[in-house]
Structures are given as C-alpha cells and as structure tokens.
C-alpha cells in the first residue's frame, strides 16, 4: 500500500490500524507560529468520539491526542507535527469470525485480493477509526486558517438520514450541536431518533448525507486544472470511508437547470463583488470565488450489521455471515466532523499552496 | 498556476489555451512495448470533435493529433509521449467583450482575482477545448490497457439531459454510437433533440448526467487511502469543466439504502467470487473487486449563453453580458468522451502502480 | 519510464528523443505576470547550441524555441507554458551500428535492460539534445528570478578540464563569454585548446569539471529535510547527462578540514547578517543564507568515440565498436549553459515554494 | 517546512526534534507478506547509537524502536508502518546560550530566517539525531530487499577522516564492523584514533568521507529522466545532516578520464553481460547496470566545538560563540549507518517502481 498522503503543501500522512497500539498522523507543511497544543485539538477529536450516544458504536476510546514534534512554546515551528492517539478498547475476539470470511460491502474481499493478508481485527486499516487521524489533522488546519484567513468559518451537518431529509426551511446553524444528529432541523431530530432506533433493533443500518460549508474563504484558492479546489475536495470526501458520491453547490441538481436558471449573477457591492445566488458552491473554474463552499457527500449504510448475509470465506467456501462488534447503525453521524476536518485541510493547503510555505512568515535578525 | 498535471504514475500534463496555436499533452509513465500511433488515437478525438451536430458548438476543429516523442517504430519505448492538436479555427474577436467584464457562472472572475491576468480569448485556459488533450491521453490509457487488461471495456452515455432522465429498463448499449447524445435508450433520442433544440432557440442551455462504466477491471485496483481508486475518479471527473457532482455505485441512492440493501452479496463462482448486485459500483475500501467499475457525474449547464446576465467589468461597473462566441447548448454531450477517457487514464495509473512502471516488460540480452 | 518532471511547484516536464520530430517542455507553475517571449529564450539557447567551435558537436541545430501556451500579449498569465525545438539535422543513419549494439559507458545497454526497446538514434531519449530543453525552461526560471528576485545573478564556467584545473588567482568572470570553453582564466584558454585538439584528433574525448554560482539568493529559499536547496541542487546536477559527481561550497574539500576552520563566522553588517568566508556554498540545515551559492559537478567524458571499444550486442555476441555520429570531445563545455539551467530552475522553485503558486500577483476588481 | 517525505513509491516521511518527546518515521508503500519485527530493526539502530566510543557523542540513547502499525502476526501487511522511537537523555539547558545566538557553520541562522522560530534545544529538527529515523526506515528497506532481491548486499565504510585516506591496497570488509571508525582498512584504526582524539582534545572536530556499495542489484532500477537512480541517491545522501558532496563511481575523478579510460568494456558472461570495470558505479543513464552501485559523499567537521567562533545573536550584537551540549568530534563516523540506510531506502523504491506496489504479492481465494 502506498499514497497515505493528501495536501500538495499541507500534507497528512495518516497511519495505524483499528487495533494495533495507536493510530496517528503526520502534517507536514503546517507554518510557523501558529499557536498550537492538545487543548486545541481535543475538542474537534471529542465531537468525532465514540460512545457518545446510543447511536454511535459502543466502543470506549478516550481518543486523548498527543502532540510529539513540531510544536516549541505553544507555537508550531514549522516541521512536521505528529500527532498520537492511543487505542484503549480493543476488544478484537469480536472479530475471530471475520478473520477469514469477508463482509458483503466491506473493504475485507479486496485488500485481501490485492494484498494477500490484513489485519482483520475491527477492519485494520480500512476502519473508520482511522478518521480520528482526520479529525486531529484537521484540528491543526482549523488553527492555520484562525490565524491565516480570520473569520473563515466550516460548518458541518446531516441534512439527510436515509430517505428521510431535513426541511430546508427550517435550517437553524444554532441547533446543530445541541443534537446527536448534527441535525440543523430541530423539528427532525425526534423523528430521526425514532427512524434510526428502529434500524438498531432490527438489526439494520442506513446511509446519509452530509453538508459542509466554508464561510468566509478568502478568492483566488485552487489550481486549474488539476488541483481544482472542488476536484482537490471531491478526492478528499470520496476518500472517507463508505463515501458514494460528492456534489458542488447544487450538484447533481444543477443537470436539472438551465444556463439562464444557474448563472449567478454579479453586482459591486462595497467590499467587492457581491454575488446574487450561489449555484456555483462558491467555486468556479476550480477556483474559490469567495462565496461560501459548499460541498456535500453520501454515505453509505454501515455494512457490518447483525443481519446474516451471504458471503464466501478465504477457502472459497459459501457461508452466511452475522458482523459482531461494535457498530455504528449511521455512520454518517460521525462522519460530520470529519467531513469539516477534510474541508479544513483541503482550504489550509490551497491558502498555503498560494501564499508558500511559510504563509509570510518571516525571522528578522537585529 | 500549477498543478496541470494527473495521475501518479501514469501522468498526464496538459498544456494550452483555447485560441492559442495549439493545445496538447505529455503523458509520461506509459509501458514500453506497447503498439501505439495516430491512427490509434484519432478515433476518440473524433468523438469528442466539435461541429458534428447542431446540438455542438459550431467551431470547426480537425482536432488532428501528432506524436511527436516516447514512439519508435511503431511501439510505445518508455519515454514521455508528446501530443499535440493545433488549433485551426480561432475566431477571437468573438470574445473582445469579455476581455474586461466577467461571465456569470464562469471562471472569469476567479481567474482575474486569482492571477490579474488571463487569455480571455474563447476562454483561454478554462475552456472545454482543453479536454481534447484528455481524451487524446485517454486513447494511449485505452492502448496500454487494451494490452495489460485484455477484456477491460469502458463504456460512457448520457443518462439525463436537464430534467429528463433516461428510462433504465430500455437502456441498449448498441444504440450509444447512433445519436448525437450518446443516448442508451433510443426511445429518447426525439425528446432530446426537441428539448435541446427548443432550448437553444431560446438561448439558454442545459446540464446533463453521464455515466461511465468499466468492466473488466482487474480486482486489487486502487491504493488506499488517499489513493482510493474511487477517491481519484471523483478527482478526475470533478477536474473536467462544468463537473458539479461524482457519485460511484448507487452513489447519493446509497444513503437512502439500509445495510441489508446495500449489502452486495457474495457466492463463489467458476471463476472466482461473483456479487449477487453491484451497489458499490465496482469499489470496496478503494480497491477494485472485479464487478463493473460505475461512476456518474453532473454536468451544469453551459454559463456561455445568449441572454443577457446581471455583471459587472473589471472596473467594477456593473452591466449586463451577453456571450457571443460558439458554445454547446448542452456542453454535457461533449463530456461523454471526456469522462471515458478519464476513466481509462485512472485504470491505467492504477494498473502500472499494481504492476510497475514497464507493466512487466523486461528487456533480455542473448 | 516515468518521472520525466523535475521541481515541486515550479515544475519541468520534458519529453522528446534526438532524432524524433522535436524535443521541448512544459513549464508548470510559472507565476503570472511575467514579461517573457521568445527573444528572452533563445539566447540561453543560442549558448547551448551544438555546431559552435570545433570543439563540440558538428551536429548543426538552428534550436529555434517556439513559446505554445502560457503566455498572451507579452506575459505569462500563470498556465502551463510550453516549449517546442525542432530537430532539423538528424543524420540516424550514423546510428545504424549501434541499433542492435551498446556502447560501453552509455545508456544502451540499462534502456535495453529495462524496457526491451529503445529508439537508438542518436541516443534517444539518453540524449544530451535534451538539455536543451532544460535550458529553455531555465530561461523561463530566469524571467521569473528577474521579476521577483531582482539582482540575483547566476553564473557558470569550467573550472577543469580533463586533468587541467584553471588557477582560481587568475579568475576573471568578465572573460567566461569570450572563448568556446566558459573558461574564467584567460591563461587557460589556449592550452585548453591545444590539449583537447589532441584528444580529438586521437579519437578520444574527456571529462570537465563545472561551477555554476548564484549571488543575490535571498535567505530563507529551502524546505529541510528532503526538499533541502542543497538536496534538491544535487538531484538536479545528477540528473543531467555523464555527471558523476556534484559538491556544494567546499564540497569534498570539507571532509579535509577541522571544524575551527570550517565555520563561517558571522558579523552584523550594514544590511544584515555579513559572513566572514563561504564554505558552506551559501547553504545551512538546507536552508539559503543569502551568501552566493556555490554549486560544482563533474562531468564523465563523451562515451561515444572513434576509438574502438569491447562490448556486446542484443544477441549477446562479443564486439568490437566505434561509435559514428557527430559527438563532442568534452561534452563538459555544453553542459554549462545546462547547469545554469537547472540552478535557475531550482532557485525558482524555492522562491515560489516560500512565496506562493502567484509569486504574492493579486488581481483586483474596481 | 513541508517535504519531510522522500520516496516516489516506498515513500519515508519523518519527524521529531532532538529534545521532544520522541522521533520516528512513517514508512508509506512497503509491499505486504514480509517478515518484519522490532528484532529486525534494532540491530542497525545500534549501529549508529550515540556513546558507543569515545569519538561519538556521549548522550546516552537507547534508542529503542516501536512498530506501532503496519504489521499484523509478525508480517507486513501493506498498510504504512510507524516507527517510534522515544527520547530519553535530553539535556535541554546545555543549549540554553544558542537559544537567541547563531552558531557559525549551523541551520540555526538560517532556520530563524525563514522561519522566524525554532526549538534550538540541540539543534531541534535539525539534529543529526533526526537520522535514527532514516535508520529505522532503512531496517524496513532491507527487509523488503532481502524479500525481493535476494542476494542484495549494502555495506559503508569511512574511506577518509580528515586529511587521511585509507590505503585501498589494504581494504578488507572483514574488519569494518571490528572497529569505531567503519574503516575497512586495519592500518588506519589506529592512526585515525590518534588523530581524532588529538582534534577531540583540542575542541576541535574534523570531516570524513563515506562511501556506500550495494552488490547484487538487479538491472533496470531508474527512472530517467529525473527519477534516475543517481540523481535520487545524490539527492538522499545530500540530504543527510552536514553531507557538501556526492559522488557516484568515479565520480570527480572521472574528470580526469579520458573516453578511452572511462569506457567500462563489456563481455558476455555465462549469467549475463559483464564489465571489465567500473568506472561508472553500477549506473548507465540513470539506471542500474547489474554491477555494484557505488556512492561516495563528503561529511563536513562538526559545527558544533568548544573553540570559541565568531558570530551574532537575534540582535544582531556581536558575540564569540562556544558550544556546549554533546557533540561527535567526527560526525562521519555515524553517517556511515546512515548512509546505508538511505542507500537500502532508495533501492527499494526504485525497486517497487519497477515491480508495482506489492512487489508482485497476490491474494487467492480458493
């Protein structure tokens, strides 16, 4: 396996497997004299926590992050940042019947086609415990852009549980984190609750879709014609587990309009241009045009559930197959916060990417 | 500007602006050995050509290519093969009024902001014209698989024009070549043509869905995690122009499913592991399974039409802009070639960083 | 064969083989802005150009640079910019001996090894013609250096040839441009001339060594630990035809000296920090001191000669080989004008590396 | 900073200062199914281990590595290893006099001007002690080599301590692990000890060459144009702390050489092609022959001495400098190690380039 690695100039490499003794990740590029601890990176890491309700994966993991380089005096000192988390709560016998037999809709068959071996205990690699790496690197991007692009401000939340969305018209940013759901609906969390309970105890799972939006990004990030900040942001959400599909500003919703319909007109207004709609999701040419992105992503139902399915293991053998463990029963709840996290890196790099490594910092002598 | 380059082993780094003398790619990382010349890579610009139906632009390109580096003798050697496509039919005074004013729904503005200067000429850099360069690499993607994947078939069509979608159960690959829409449902050629044609009468244009597909592919594709062949398709058709949404398998469908649906159950056939569905459209963790690789992306309308939209001039002042020039009323229909030719140089990339960068040639002495 | 690119955010790409149509490069990540045309290029191609004296190749190329994309009215607007050179006098039929055979010392027999295929004429792609496209992106990297860099200069000479090294008491820049050698020391030039007619004459050629400086770099352009200036400034010297050996500062002499004498001491002058002696080439941790840097490397000398030389052919038969074709008898003389290149290239890769993909170019509206 | 990572396929990322809580590196891309534990690790950790000898640095590290991911049930598993190793004898306030003043010939000057901070606690990142990493990183090279290149034998030794070359009449591999120096020339261990006890007693230091052979590599490792072999080693061993040259075969010596001289004739042997010499250290155009690959670079005196040195502070006041803290009198005895590792490093990537990320392992099943 190689290209564990995203950023062009704010790189993250991520490593560590679901129950190996820690996971963790580098991230390379971060400029100087940021300021920096474990206090500021805690907080986001808690959000993606497990455990936290009856809705996410029972799993106990105080996901405590450790900063071991690249930080002197509470600043960043422009090396590499590592940052540790420790796995506490393995319990990998959960996984001794999946040690050969591969999960329908799991990443199990093809690393073992391509690989030939893995660490089947609580998926490995291809666990979504690996986005607590996500999350801590996106931690440190949220400080890049505090202190690079003040008032830039990522926001994430559900906007869809199954075929069940949310009522646009109702959409309050202030709802949001007082809910297990990250739901911007308050009239839809109860509903949801009950909807996703149900699942539970059936021993079901469900998908979900996911917005983030980025306020406040300064015009002129991205890099035609393949480092496009919407294409850069599609690879970074496609790449978290169980992802389907990702749309820009109104999506798959924009082949339904017409040219006359979609053009987001322009007028001056005092600051600059002033746009009156934004269809575009704030980028255009693959560059950001300083209204707010807007990204948003599916993701698929969990696929490790307590209903038997058919399989086959490693000796080819047909077998049916019930995943124990500790399962998420949406594992798009805990995907909002790494959704932020990637939208975070992928601003952080393109800020970076345009104003060099340093981000104007410079060292004076006398 | 950076960044013009894809792939990670088998790259290509297009080059070359709308009215400028030519446009071109070299793709570097291409196998040795392989059978390769212009006659092989004329067929797919051809399918891409503007001017061969009323529902394209009207420009008149003979979009021939020339090799001019990495073949000798009729095989491809190893070394960067260099293609070029002169540009023939440049009317550039199409475009003085957009030399100082911004195009609603467009990259002129963004490119103004991000580098102060642009070739405005049909677009300059921005165009859709850059996409012959993708499909021209696409045709040496298309040889080098044809000879490491024999069997490998990549199949793209439109699914959707504006709000019309196709209906699946009539869906015919053998008609996708009879119509100027790429249309797999014959029944909906007519309906089209009347929607489309009603819409550029009117001036206005319309967005599209196309779907891609591969078969064939090898199980084991795809470098997980941030090389996910999934994560790298998003980028590659996100990166085309006016791309607003990729989705892989049933994509956003998928969070509406519960993980006893999604589930894509496995027996064991003659030949190896069959699938019952392919919800997962081909992708499991990133890596290929064997089952059809499926991907969908959206298209918005073309931003370039000929009724007037609110604006402003790079001084500011506010006007309203009417885009002369040829454009496609449906710039999607263009796309179908594009996105084939994306997905062949993604295979490609992902076969040689299985295989190596000669694929497996090995040259001997005695 | 892949990895025909060079530079992180000023990025090279070259493609074409010696006797093919053309050779020539894309030049990636130039910022906009730039004043550039041809007539900025082809002098640093004119001083690379074969054909010169007697002492180098008689192989007459007119080298006209072609300048395709990236630039439009004068400036470059920050896409990809590409340069093409024609090949004009290709004589392959000199190179029908060695299509089946390898030349001892030369690249025939690992290309053969490695792909199985090689256009052998004129060395194709193992070809020293392709430095001349590292010279024209150099001229490229030089208008940037101009533009954002004023008053640093980069400079380059033979500093030995074959046995004979120059007397550094007698060095006297103003003299480089007179005489076919970049020879700093008068004195040197014509026993240099004499020495080298003889080896000609005998059918033999030999090695050189060359010093390329650059004064003016500003501090802080390095990105330690594997992006190092130094680092970097290796790769690049080694990367170009028959070098075997690259030295910074006092090089190799270093390893000789104590550490009391090897350290710079340091002094506060008027404008910042002053250096009291330059051992370190103008380089510390990676990172430029604003001190000149100071780069040399040696050159191996020509492989292909008239004398005869044991070797082998693809059937593995043992031979005795002459090598025809126009060659130069110390191809040291031209690689100078290609060392200032790539130190050219390098510094402006670093440059936008510490500045940003636009060079700190904002464009405004109103 | 970025670029802490090198490696195109099997990719080396590291981090860590000197004084923090640990060090360590993430291997990205080595091939899954090979043996691998902390045993096989350490040994070459030892090696290079401070306080072994009264000629190296006395702070004592036990220099411990941890795998903490990418190995399951004693194998790789393709996924990226993380190597650990924790800090234990740091003696912070020995430097606290450099904390503002700028040692001669050290990053320290340069560090604060890019980067305007830096932890100066011995040296930070850019201590020599960040080479452990490479060390551990190289453990894991070898073992992909001894996987895929059975046969393949790497070996350093000190050919030069200051003024003082060895006699290469009397080289003998045997003795190079019997002795402090790496030196393979018995009749030279005790001369260079007396030699750098008298320059150790003195407070002074002094420099050494290195050279680096590998035997048994298989032919077709490269990548030109600017992935060639030789260039990636230049660049790898550049890198390493207080490296000013490299050299391959030859190197500057082949300068002096005449075409005649130089030219490694060729025979066919019973396993293959054969040369009668080889001036050319193993690489033709870039790319291993299938000779020995030889690499020479030159370590300059450490900057560090308790002779008093010019120099100024982060005033700018003009100040005579003595450092404290523990530091090698040679620092090129300790860069054999790790020239070693850097060389396992880039042959094993090189090596996966040729072969594919799984270096040709493929799961069944059935």
Known sequence: MSLNTFGHLFRVTTWGESHGPAIGCTVDGC??????????????????????????????????????????EGVTTGTPIQLMIENTDQRSKDYSNIAQAFRPGHADITYHQKYGVRDYRGGGRSS???????????GVARAVLASLAPGLVIRGY?????VVAIDRGRFDAAVIEDNPFWCPDAGMVEP???YLDGLRLAHNS???????????????LGAPLYGKLDSDLASAMMSINAVKGVEIGDGFAAAGLTGVENADEIRMGAAGPEFLSNHAG???????????????????????????????DGTGAEIDLVTKGRHDPCVGIRAVPVGEAMMACVLADHLLLDRGQTGGVRGRIG
């Open 282 to 312: 704030g980028i255009l040419g693959g560059i950001s045009s300083g209204q707010p992105v807007v990204v948003r992503f599916a993701v698929k139902p969990t696929s490790s559930i307590l209903t038997p399915r058919a399989t086959i």
């Open 206 to 220: 469900v998908g979900a879709v996911i917005e983030v939006t980025a306020s406040g990004v300064p015009a002129g």
């Open 128 to 138: 979504a415990r690996e986005t607590a790496s996500r999350v801590a690197a996106g």
């Open 158 to 162: 559900m906007v869809q549980m199954g």
């Open 31 to 72: 400029p100087p004299g940021i300021k920096l601890s474990e206090a500021d990176l805690q907080p986001w890491l808690d959000r993606r926590k497990p455990g936290t309700s009856k809705f996410t994966t029972q799993r106990k993991e105080a996901d405590e992050v450790r900063i071991l380089s690249g930080v002197f």
């Open 192 to 194: 949801w609750a009950d």
